[in-house]
């Protein structure tokens, strides 16, 4: 089963230097990533830069129209005209239906300023422990995953130890 979460950083390259770590962690067969995207707001911009990882074909890969629909839904619709904004708010309907519902779009839009960024990614086949061990030094923040109420808990948990 594959794993979506979401993490914030508290820097503008945090996400993409996380995203770099899973890369190595893949290589060494440690997690296995069926896609991911991440933000990055730098201080002083108006908007985020969006990256999508684009060198994955794999069959549980997301696609760049869902990262694109979702980070337009998270980030630009206050930016865009009523009509618009309608158009978005039936696609973000059935966002929901997939798990993205208006409160986690509310809690990354809440978490990510500038400043920060945020990884978007979905893996499978992870060796836990030794994906934690590696991932907690990058001082990330859990914001959303769908992991079970337990899994969820002993992850945050594990994260919450480094601090």
């Known amino acids: 089963m594959a794993t979506l979460t979401v993490w914030k950083f508290d820097s503008a390259d945090g996400a993409e230097r996380a995203l770099e770590l899973l890369e190595r962690l893949q290589k060494e067969e440690l997690v296995h990533i069926n896609d991911a995207a991440y933000v990055s707001w730098?201080?002083?911009?108006?908007?985020?830069?969006?990256?999508?990882?684009?060198?994955?074909?794999?069959?549980?890969?997301?696609?760049?129209?869902?990262?694109?629909?979702?980070?337009?839904?998270?980030?630009?619709?206050?930016?865009?005209?009523?009509?618009?904004?309608a158009a978005m708010g039936a696609l973000s309907g059935s966002m929901a239906d997939v798990g993205i519902d208006d409160d986690f779009i509310r809690q990354v839009r809440e978490n990510v300023t500038p400043g920060t960024s945020a990884l978007f990614v979905m893996t499978s086949?992870?060796?836990?422990?030794?994906?934690?061990?590696?991932?907690?030094?990058?001082?990330?923040?859990?914001?959303?995953?769908?992991?079970?109420?337990?899994?969820?808990?002993?992850?945050?948990?594990?994260?919450a130890d480094a601090d």
């Open 42 to 85: 730098p201080e002083g911009k108006k908007k985020p830069k969006t990256e999508q990882l684009n060198s994955l074909k794999s069959a549980g890969a997301l696609g760049g129209s869902f990262w694109g629909l979702l980070f337009g839904l998270i980030f630009f619709v206050p930016l865009l005209g009523m009509a618009v904004g």
């Open 125 to 159: 086949g992870a060796v836990v422990d030794k994906v934690v061990d590696e991932f907690r030094q990058t001082g990330a923040t859990l914001l959303s995953t769908n992991l079970s109420n337990e899994q969820e808990a002993q992850l945050r948990e594990a994260f």
